[in-house]
């Protein structure tokens, strides 16, 4: 009797000995799963081996989305572009361009090492798709980038495709004066007149910043680089232009408000020229917010610091409302008395924090004046 329960004891083991539990992204983890699987088995996923001992997730801690959306749009950084084949170390049959996307679909196990100007780089060749999905090829990953951030966005203006993506707040207005068109590659085109701000439809932008002509030379980034801006997309007058962003301003919030027998809207609008944040630079140095517009009977416009307005001065002011990195603006309790729209306007800037009063009204035109600043300096400025 003692032997047969021996021999059944060691058959039990020998059966469960290259049995191993591992997981997959795909299946829920509230359980562990059981099955078979040879030592060099790749995770489709995580690009790990799966032949690991006795894995258990806590379901509080699985975070599906990140293997779901492991593979996606990536960014070539390669100057003279990125050559794609018909298999890995095959034949050339597309070029992608520097900062175009690419959409990955598989990572293969194939790897590769080069050096390119002095510079080791490792990858693997990956597959992707061409022409928005209708042709796929392989590329080495090596160079490409998974965030924007690390693109130079003075190879962008010079060498990358134009690319259009679309807005979610299509309200808009353009500013009067004469503008240029340009075609999907930004060429010129020709030019339309605006006689005055007009409402516009905004159907969609480049996704970079580029400067109002491209092939102007780029002298100094640094002082040029706030003049950029995203080509926009417009519906004027029932007609399709592309315009540079400066000359387009978005609306992000409109308030209505009775004022002396008409009905008024104050209107808070960004531009498209160059934010504190871009897709390549995490903090530009440029300044960044939004305008305050008057939309009366008389239909759009700014609103003018009184102060500049007078003879002796050289430069006329509007009301703009700060948002970058050292620091920001906000306006609140608007209130209408008599001729009169009054604001409160609270401030953070690095030194501390603000507040001063507002007052907006019609002389001519629309003036602002601002009065009763405080300034509360919480901590030395360096």
């Not at 083991?13 to 099955?35: G, H, Q, R, W």
């Not at 029932?238 to 387009?248: K, L, Q, T």
């Amino acid at each position: 009797m003692k032997k047969e329960i021996i021999l059944l004891i060691v058959i039990m083991m020998l059966s469960c000995k290259d049995t191993k539990k591992t997981y997959s992204p795909k299946t829920s983890p509230a359980a562990t799963i059981e099955n078979e699987v040879p030592d060099n088995e790749i995770d489709a996923y995580t690009g790990e081996n799966v032949a690991h001992s006795e894995l258990d997730y806590d379901e509080s801690e699985y975070d599906e989305s990140e293997y779901e959306a492991s593979w996606g749009g990536y960014f070539v950084t390669a100057q003279g572009g990125l050559l794609c084949r018909d298999a890995p170390g095959g034949e050339v049959i597309h070029t992608f361009s520097y900062g175009e996307e690419v959409n990955v679909i598989e990572v293969t196990d194939e790897e590769q090492t080069i050096i390119d100007e002095g510079e080791e780089i490792s990858g693997n060749w990956v597959e992707v798709s061409i022409d928005d999905g209708e042709e796929t090829g392989y590329v080495f990953d090596g160079f490409l980038a998974s965030m924007t951030l690390d693109l130079d966005a003075k190879k962008i203006a010079t060498l990358t495709p134009t690319v259009f993506i679309g807005e979610t707040n299509g309200k808009g207005v353009i500013l009067d004066g004469e503008h240029y068109m340009y075609d999907t590659a930004l060429n010129v085109i020709g030019k339309i007149e605006v006689d005055r701000i007009r409402n516009v439809r905004i159907l969609n932008a480049t996704r970079f910043e580029r400067p109002e002509r491209k092939e102007v030379t780029i002298y100094n980034y640094w002082e040029e680089h706030c003049k950029w801006a995203n080509f926009v997309t417009i519906d004027y007058g029932g007609d399709e232009y592309i315009v540079f962003g400066e000359n387009v301003l978005q609306i992000t919030e409109s308030d209505t408000y009775a004022f002396n027998n008409e009905t008024i809207n104050l209107i808070h609008a960004t531009s498209f020229l160059t934010k504190t944040g871009t897709p390549t630079q995490e903090l530009s140095g440029c300044a960044a917010g939004y305008n305050v517009l008057i939309k009366s009977n008389e239909g759009y416009s700014f609103v003018k610091d009184a102060a500049s307005t007078e003879e002796d001065s050289d430069e006329v002011y509007t009301l703009f409302f700060e948002e970058n990195e050292y620091g920001s603006d906000a306006i609140y309790d608007e209130i209408v008395k008599n001729d009169t729209l009054y604001a409160q306007v609270s401030q953070s800037f690095q030194e501390g924090v603000g507040a001063y009063k507002l007052k907006i009204f019609k002389d001519g035109g629309w003036q602002f004046i601002e009065y009763d600043k405080t300034r509360d300096y919480e901590q030395e400025y360096n």
